[in-house]
């Protein structure tokens, strides 16, 4: 696929081989493709070509009085919005609102919303201003385009609401729908104005200043580029210009600008070579890079550029987990199996989630080894201080940490069970546990204890919480694996493999076998037991004695899971004793009898037969 750059250059050595007469039928060949609201700016354009070239030729008084009627009426309108905008900075002019608590999403959802009228019509202000820039881009008076803009956004409206009142910015005032003009181009035109207005030595860093302002957050420069009527002067060396500044330039905005440059512009070898040297700053230009080979079906660049980007860029960043798995899939596409595994690896080194480590315990030929390793290197990983502040917030460039919670589940996935139940033990109430490890803990060792393959109701819902705290998504389970690169066999998808729930569980049935197996003795097996019991009954008479309706059928599922685990380990019946035990504790809760039947509790009612 041709970039822009690359089609342009083309299209101009073809022209200057073509006669006259090939260029009228390739003319006419174009004209009959263009749609019908295209049909006048495909006019103007060969128009504005033959103006061109007839004022080079004759100078024509026609043209240099219609260039200064112009600019007479640009000065014109730019004189009366300049006075119109001082109006509105002094307060002369403003909105008027109302505001109201607005419970639209529920009594404890409330949000403070404002009705705005506009008595001195200050949008059309605005929407003037910009249609106004507009012209300027058309007609070539970039200066006064740029300096509209930067009116534009540097006075704000004053809002009267009976009280102190507010003011608004124009990204605000949008929001509010007090402005409308069309967005997308409005930025466009700004920036192929500054563009037009600045020095070839400024522009890198005068086009970044307006990116990381925040209005242009969602703009592509290389839209910009046949936006006007004229090519952009010197563009190919402001191009080389922008990706070296951007490349020393700290920040996420930064690198979305410099993936963007590096993918739209540069031949294949000038990406690889691009990302290499800004690995430091923004690892992000790797994986950019390697979405690039992948969408095109590249895997053997994909597979070179990854293998580099994982030597050079620093493991501890989380992005090189990313990394990992796009080059994964490039040694499996390749039929390198092995490489793909130390894959799996290094993405787990890079970002000590979970799923990243399921992948390993699931899908390699033989994980153990590197399992035993990866107890190691999470006992050594640091752990996130929630009260420190983070003075790097570049997400390119967050580094792999864990949370108290997150450092207990991997412990329990690697093998170590005694800190997570210590961790649940901890726990002396029934209510409260939110952002407790308890939440997750109690699942995971529930299916620890259960001796089954199939899932029952208060398994799955166990299931289905453990794989909710541990983050784990069947699609991202996917990446890097066999799993992704076989269009072919839709049973292999996730959802044909039963989802989130049911791929987590085979995932942690296979998990059980290398780590699971000493934990079902008798004797160790049973205090994690007891103590299960203990929490789930603290859970479910806090929640039902205290009538936190919503929690009914969580309590219920909890209890269900346990006796199943009860059951799978030769107690038969528990589970129909532990949820009838609780009926009867609760006699005159109806609602979290109705959640004990749902997860499997006999229906003892009368007439129960006909209802």
């Not at 949008?123 to 300096?147: M, P």
């Not at 005694?418 to 209510?431: D, I, N, S, T, Y």
Request: proline residues 2%.
């Amino acid at each position: 696929m041709l970039n822009l750059r690359e089609f342009t250059e083309l299209v101009d050595k073809l022209g200057e081989l073509m006669t006259k007469e090939e260029l009228q039928t390739a003319f006419h060949s174009l004209a009959r493709k263009v749609p019908e609201e295209k049909r006048e700016n495909f006019l103007e354009i060969l128009n504005h070509v033959r103006e061109i070239k007839d004022v080079k030729a004759e100078a024509g008084d026609v043209v240099l009085m219609a260039k200064a009627q112009d600019k007479e009426e640009i000065e014109k309108e730019y004189a009366r919005l300049q006075k119109a905008f001082e109006e509105i900075e002094e307060g002369e002019v403003g909105f008027d609102a109302q505001g109201y608590e607005d419970y639209s999403s529920g009594y404890w959802d409330s949000d403070f919303v404002y009705e705005y009228e506009d008595p001195q019509d200050i949008g059309s202000t605005y929407e003037d201003a910009a249609e106004f820039i507009g012209r300027c881009v058309n007609d070539g008076f970039y200066q006064e385009a740029q300096e509209m803009f930067d009116q534009m956004m540097e006075t704000e409206a004053f809002v009267s609401d009976g009280e102190d009142g507010f003011c608004l910015g124009l990204s605000e005032m949008m929001e509010e729908g007090l402005v409308s003009v069309d967005k997308k181009l409005l930025k466009q035109n700004v920036l192929y104005a500054v563009y037009q207005n600045t020095p070839s030595q400024d522009r890198p860093e005068e086009l970044y200043d307006y990116f990381i302002s925040g209005f242009f957050f969602d703009v592509r420069l290389e839209d910009v580029m046949s936006l006007g009527k004229e090519e952009l002067p010197g563009f190919s060396e402001f191009w080389k210009n922008w990706i070296g500044f951007l490349s020393e330039k700290r920040g996420d905005e930064a690198g979305r600008l410099l993936r963007e440059a590096v993918t739209g512009q540069g031949s294949k070898d000038e990406m690889t070579e691009a990302a290499r040297k800004a690995a430091g700053l923004h690892p992000s230009l790797f994986l950019g890079v390697l979405e690039y080979f992948e969408e095109n079906g590249e895997f053997e660049r994909l597979l070179v550029a990854g293998k580099e980007a994982l030597e050079i860029i620093d493991k501890k960043y989380i992005l090189r987990s990313q990394i990992a798995l796009k080059t994964a899939r490039a040694a499996l596409e390749r039929g390198d199996v092995d490489f793909a595994e130390l894959c799996w690896q290094k993405a787990f080194e890079s970002s000590s989630s979970p799923v990243n480590y399921l992948r390993i315990a699931g899908e390699s030929r033989d994980g153990k080894s590197f399992c035993r390793e990866a107890a190691r290197f999470v006992e050594e990983l640091n752990l996130e201080d929630p009260g420190e502040y983070s003075r790097d917030s570049v997400k390119e460039l967050a580094v792999n940490r864990l949370s108290k919670n997150e450092k207990l589940q991997m412990e329990f996935l690697t093998g170590n069970f005694e800190g997570p139940m210590a961790a649940c033990r901890q726990v002396k109430e029934g209510l409260g546990w939110s952002a407790k490890f308890v939440k997750c803990g109690i699942p995971l060792f529930l299916l620890l204890l259960l001796r089954a393959d199939t899932l029952g109701k208060g398994g799955c819902y166990a299931a289905k919480e453990a794989a909710f705290h541990l983050g784990f998504r069947a699609e991202e389970y996917d990446k890097g694996t066999i799993h992704q690169i076989l269009p072919g066999k839709p049973s292999e998808k996730s959802e044909d493999r039963g989802g989130d729930v049911q791929v987590f569980w085979k995932c942690f049935c296979r998990w059980k076998e290398n780590h699971g197996a000493s934990e079902t003795e008798e004797g160790m097996a049973g205090r994690h037991l007891a103590y299960l019991e203990k929490l789930v009954d603290m859970r479910v008479k806090a929640i039902i004695s205290g009538q936190h309706r919503a929690h009914y059928g969580s309590v219920a599922a909890l209890a269900a899971a346990l006796g199943e685990v009860k059951e799978s380990r030769g107690d038969y019946g528990a589970k129909n004793r532990l949820l009838l035990g609780y009926r009867e504790m609760f006699p005159r809760h109806s609602s979290f009898h109705e959640e004990l039947r749902r997860y499997g509790m006999p229906d003892t009612r009368k007439n129960a037969r006909r209802r």
